[in-house]
């Protein structure tokens, strides 16, 4: 059974900083790896989608990272703001991911960064 | 192109109502995906559709429960006799094909029971 875990739970970091958020998952046989952003009370938005055969993505000053023999994921992001405070997810297919494509969701990081 | 729109966004029901959330999807999209979020915990998948077809169920509560998607018109999530469990923010995503393809999610509907 696929298990989706993220880590850490929440962190604060001040303006500037570069940082990591960590996925990791437990059966590496996964079609697609997608990063979002969710801010309180709102919906869902996609910031990276890494296929199977790729190891990296980019976007701006995010980079999603991809290693699916250690079954790990992580997000980079540059030079952090106070607005990429939010609470990051990663997800991945279910099973006969292939065909079916409902997404397993980890519980998310909560990203605070103090001006 | 407009993107996934989910109504409404905000619903208070009582014990023992019924719920109906809608989902249109983006354009050209034809697979719809039902989440629900409890409070402080991940998003946890419920359904997903075609165009007149449940493909997945999976992760639907047995009871009470139903989706559906029609040929004309948005995706439907219907919740009979709610109970103050069923809180939650209800999420849809849609895609243009399964499988490999990009999700992507409406703002939800937070549903209340009271």
């Known amino acids: 059974k696929q298990e989706v875990t993220q880590i850490p739970a929440a962190l604060s970091v001040p303006e500037g900083e570069n940082l990591v958020l960590n996925c990791s998952f437990t059966?590496?046989?996964?079609?697609?790896l997608q990063w979002f952003r969710q801010d309180p009370g709102k919906g869902l938005t996609s910031l990276l989608l890494i296929q199977s055969s790729q190891r990296e993505q980019t976007s701006g000053r995010l980079n999603a990272s991809l290693d699916k023999s250690s079954g790990r994921s992580t997000l980079y992001i540059a030079a952090s703001q106070p607005g990429d405070s939010a609470t990051y997810l990663c997800?991945?297919?279910?099973?006969?991911?292939?065909?079916?494509?409902?997404?397993?969701f980890g519980k998310g990081t909560k990203l605070s960064v103090k001006p | 192109n407009a993107g996934v729109m989910q109504n409404p966004r905000h619903l208070v029901r009582r014990r023992g109502q019924e719920a109906r959330l809608r989902c249109s999807p983006m354009?050209?999209?034809?697979?719809v995906y039902w989440y629900r979020q409890l409070p402080e915990e991940g998003l946890k998948f419920m359904v997903y559709?075609?165009?007149?077809?449940?493909?997945?169920e999976s992760g639907m509560p047995k009871e009470r429960f139903s989706a559906e998607f029609p040929k004309e018109g948005p995706s439907i999530l219907r919740i009979q006799q709610v109970v103050r469990g069923d809180s939650a923010a209800y999420f849809c995503?849609?895609?243009?094909?399964?499988?490999?393809?990009?999700?992507?999610f409406g703002p939800g509907t937070r549903l209340t029971v009271t």
């Open positions: 995503a849609s895609s243009p094909l399964a499988g490999s393809y990009e999700q992507y």
């Open positions: 059966d590496s046989a996964i079609y697609n």
């Open positions: 997800a991945v297919p279910g099973p006969y991911g292939g065909s079916q494509g409902n997404l397993i």
């Open positions: 354009k050209g999209h034809s697979h």
């Open positions: 559709l075609q165009k007149e077809n449940i493909i997945d």
